[in-house]
């Protein structure tokens, strides 16, 4: 419920994503007193599981946004065990952890060994179909391609095809990599986005080496808490980490708070008008906000700020679930879902076997697909009604799958200002944003250093961390 007239808190938080949930949980344990404003009705952000009974013993689980973490980057799961939340995490099935390329309209299997989209494994890379003979010794030349060794920042097209050439980039990085960032790769930083192989060309001398090497440790993990899958969600869905941390944190909650100016006073203090008429003042104002939220509330305060944050370009994405009866998908599902090269020229971007890829996601007997479209490949798509969505998706799992069956439902989700998006400089426009905040003023989340849970989580916690060093 609202408490109008807010009159002081040492912290305000704006917005109540991931990101602001995570910085009111650690200025929580800091000891710090706060209040969280969010503008709906909800929280969680892009966080949302819907639940729908009446086909089994169990219901389906349908994500609305992202369907779990990535365990590599720990802040996501550890956020979950300071929760009290390690026994519902929930490991993929990676007895049947196979990806399916989309290639000439055929799906044929990632080859075994791959990381990312390096080959670690020899004969397997060599086997394959999905990558011709001159890709192969192109990719191979990795191991002997001089590293770049200054620091610039440059795209990822120009990385994978510096390093592994442009087969490899158009049949595994911009369908793998791109695709998280629903962005182009002609376009996306490769600092901003995946520094780490820049750090392994450099450490290493090439990304095959590197990879072996990360792929000898990872064989035997240092931290027995670890999730033993690549990707973790939870039982229930990931709006358990959303319900855990809203039902723990003390402070003050308050939704349907939309923050309409920040006024600062003589004191260093900033003064919030909210839009129920109430004003709160404040030591310190976190933003989690997506960026052209956070550059209207800088306008008058931090000009170049808002300026910089208004640079920073958005994509609409969506997502439409479908589930049938099994028998039903003629497939076997064996494997976490298909990726879709743009050469393919589709349009969807992936598949999703939601009902493989993790436990207790539908009925017995049942089969639960997520299918992705927009995004920077396919903007326009966003243009049509959700009838000649859901009519696109069928079509596409016709022909992809050879699913002929109704759908026995469809959940259609859309994401008007889903994806921020890393151009080269990225790095250089966020620390150009910092660089002229005012002193207790911050902004965080999405928009800037990992679009991610754990990121999210991440980037919350440091921040609290700085706050917490500045007392």
């Known amino acids: 419920m609202n408490t109008p007239h807010l009159e002081y808190t040492t912290v305000a938080i704006i917005g109540g994503g991931i990101t602001g949930l995570s910085a009111a949980w650690y200025l929580q344990k800091a000891g710090i007193d706060y209040t969280l404003l969010e503008a709906s009705e909800r929280w969680g952000g892009k966080i949302r599981t819907e639940y729908l009974d009446g086909y089994g013993e169990q219901p389906f689980v ?14 996501g799961w550890q956020l979950a065990d300071e929760l009290g939340l390690a026994s519902r995490l929930l490991g993929t099935n990676d007895e049947q952890r ?10 044929m299997l990632m080859p075994d060994g791959l990381m990312l989209i390096v080959p670690t494994k020899f004969m397997p890379f060599v086997r394959t179909n999905l990558i011709s003979p001159l890709g192969k ?3 191979g030349l990795d191991l002997f391609i001089r590293p770049k060794r200054d620091d610039k920042d440059e795209t990822l097209a120009e990385f994978i095809g510096r390093r592994l050439g442009k087969e490899a980039l158009d049949k595994l990085a911009e369908p793998l990599l791109a695709g998280i960032y629903s962005a182009e790769p002609e376009r996306l930083s490769i600092m901003a986005t995946f520094p780490r192989f820049r750090a392994m060309e450099q450490k290493y001398g090439s990304l095959t080496r590197g990879m ?40 003050s909650l308050q939704l349907e708070s939309s923050v309409e100016n920040i006024i600062p006073a003589a004191d260093g203090s900033y003064t919030l008008s909210l839009s129920d008429g109430s004003r709160l003042t404040a030591s310190k104002v ?8 956070s550059a209207s509330l ?156 754990p990121d999210c989580v991440y980037q919350a916690r440091q921040l609290v961390e700085k706050i917490t060093q500045q007392k």
Not at 62 to 75: C, F, N, R, V, Y
Not at 286 to 293: E, G, L, Y
């Open 298 to 453: 800088l306008n008058t305060l931090a000009p170049e700020s808002a300026q910089q944050l208004k640079q920073i370009r958005y994509v609409a994405t969506g997502t439409a679930s479908l589930a049938f009866r099994r028998e039903d998908v003629p497939h076997p599902l064996d494997g976490f879902g298909v990726v879709i090269p743009r050469t393919e020229r589709r349009r969807i971007n992936a598949l999703t076997w939601t009902s493989t890829k993790f436990k207790c996601r539908a009925p017995d007997n049942h089969a639960l697909l997520r299918v992705f479209f927009g995004g920077s490949r396919n903007p326009d798509i966003m243009q049509c009604t959700d009838e000649e969505l859901v009519a696109i998706a069928r079509e596409e799992l016709r022909d992809i799958l050879g699913v002929q069956a109704e759908p026995l439902f469809h959940r259609l989700y859309r994401w008007p200002r889903a994806n921020p998006q890393y151009d080269v400089g990225h790095l250089e426009r966020i620390a150009t944003i910092e660089d002229h905040l005012p002193d207790g003023i911050y902004v965080t989340g999405s928009a800037f250093r990992g679009i991610g849970v």
């Open 137 to 139: 010794l192109r990719m």
């Open 286 to 293: 976190i933003m989690t906000t997506p960026a052209n939220v």
């Open 212 to 251: 072996i090497a990360v792929r000898k440790n990872h064989a035997t993990p240092s931290n027995n808490h670890a999730p033993k899958t690549v990707f973790v969600s939870f039982i229930n869905g990931m709006n358990e980490l959303v319900d855990a941390l809203v039902s723990q944190l003390t402070g």
């Open 62 to 75: 349908i994500e609305t946004g992202p369907d779990s973490m990535l365990a590599q980057k720990p802040w």
């Open 98 to 107: 196979n990806i399916y390329v989309l290639n000439k309209g055929k799906l």
